[in-house]
């Protein structure tokens, strides 16, 4: 913030340094023009040079406090929910459980491409109406398919 008021201070000084001289040379002229742009973007490049320095900073931290994770056994082995690991981790699953993932793959573009269309009815064009409507029909049917062919029940 305070860079921000130096380089606005800068450029009112440059233009009334300018004005007050009646003529100005192409130099100031060049000047002036660099202290205005740098005015404008002055908080995108305090962004710029902060932002990694933070990152920096929170990744390196913890370093100088972390132990060798080698010294603990139980780092390096498997974790079910407190119990001693028992039998191979890459048993067989009944292909029974795959159709519920399957059908979240599915369903969840469909709530993703709905948030765009949370605006109110008179912004959206003839266009914006119609590509909705097909999107949702496209959808109805998938969903009718589905349900018909029993993919959601357990059995």
Not at 22 to 50: D, H, N, Q
Request: negative net charge; glycine residues 4%; hydrophobic residues 40%.
């Amino acid at each position: 913030l305070e860079i921000l008021q130096w380089f606005e201070s800068t450029s009112e000084h440059l233009f009334s340094v300018c004005r007050s001289a009646g003529k100005e040379s192409r130099k100031e002229s060049e000047r002036t023009k660099w202290a205005l742009v740098m005015s404008e973007f002055a908080p995108i490049c305090i962004y710029l040079v902060i932002s990694p320095v933070v990152s920096l900073i929170s990744l390196g931290v913890p370093f100088p406090f972390a132990s060798n994770s080698l010294t603990y056994p139980e780092k390096l082995s498997a974790y079910e929910c407190g119990s001693d690991p028992s039998g191979d981790a890459r048993s067989r699953f009944d292909i029974r459980f795959y159709p519920v993932p399957i059908l979240f793959i599915i369903h969840d573009p469909e709530v993703t491409f709905s948030f765009p269309w949370a605006i109110p009815p008179n912004k959206i064009d003839l266009f914006g109406s119609w590509s909705m409507m097909a999107f949702l029909l496209i959808l109805t049917i998938g969903s009718l398919y589905e349900w018909k062919r029993g993919a959601s029940d357990r059995e």
